[in-house]
């Protein structure tokens, strides 16, 4: 079976532009949560979403948006890109929400690089 | 957010057991442990995760103290390839999926 899968692989962009990252769930899993690691750090929660709706935000400006489609897969936009937001953008699927005993399967992530 | 604290890295040899420690002294009672590891230039791996009992799995085992404010992440013969920043982290019930890393512990596998 595929894991999570993210694209592009990495990104290269300037400063004040926007950004638009893209995650497919495992097959089956209906949340997909959004994190950001800058080098030498631990991910940080940036958005969760199931069945469509946001179900959490972490503390992230509003330039942070994300959505979920249909078919389960999801998008994180970034406007107005600021140098720190350089950092590996990392999608992970679960197949719930709520239950705290679900792990959650994350995918290789996204390099962005803001200049 | 409920906190965890791990020493900041650790030494091994190939082939010996691995011991890592977690501290968590203000878990609550319905708070899951999760242990995840990333490798480098990968995203995190679930490894393994309990509430009370002592799990095992294929991967690893983990030990729950009785009070449950500490546990362990065995590795049983650690590789080369075990090598990576291992995560500890509450799953706190009613707050969702979220995970709250720390800065985990890097782990190196001298052969």
């Known amino acids: 079976d595929a894991g999570v899968t993210q694209s592009p692989t990495h990104l290269i962009k300037t400063r004040g532009q926007h950004v638009t990252l893209r995650c497919s769930p495992i097959?089956?899993?209906?949340?997909v949560s959004w994190y950001q690691q800058v080098l030498g750090q631990g991910p940080q929660f940036i958005f969760q979403?199931?069945?469509?709706?946001?179900?959490g935000r972490g503390n992230f400006p509003d330039r942070f948006s994300a959505r979920q489609f249909p078919n389960y897969s999801s998008e994180l936009n970034v406007n107005a890109l600021l140098l720190g937001d350089s950092a590996l953008y990392l999608c992970?699927?679960?197949?719930?929400?709520?239950?705290?005993?679900?792990?959650?399967?994350f995918g290789p992530g996204t390099r962005l690089t803001v200049t | 957010d409920a906190k965890t604290t791990q020493p900041n890295s650790m030494e091994s040899n190939e082939e010996e057991p691995v011991h890592l420690p977690c501290n968590h002294s203000?878990?609550?009672?319905?708070?899951?442990i999760h242990w995840y590891r990333q490798l480098p230039s990968q995203g995190p791996e679930y490894v393994i995760h309990?509430?009370?009992s002592n799990v095992n799995n294929r991967m690893a085992s983990l030990a729950i103290a009785e009070d449950r404010k500490s546990s362990t992440l065995i590795l049983h013969r650690a590789t080369l390839r075990d090598a990576a920043v291992y995560y500890c982290?509450?799953?706190?019930?009613?707050?969702?999926?979220?995970?709250?890393f720390g800065q985990g512990t890097e782990l190196s596998v001298k052969p």
């Open positions: 992970a699927s679960s197949l719930a929400v709520s239950e705290s005993s679900y792990e959650q399967y």
């Open positions: 097959s089956g899993h209906k949340s």
């Open positions: 979403y199931y069945e469509k709706e946001e179900r």
């Open positions: 203000t878990i609550s009672g319905t708070d899951y």
């Open positions: 309990g509430l009370t």
């Open positions: 982290i509450l799953r706190v019930y009613n707050q969702g999926g979220k995970l709250i």
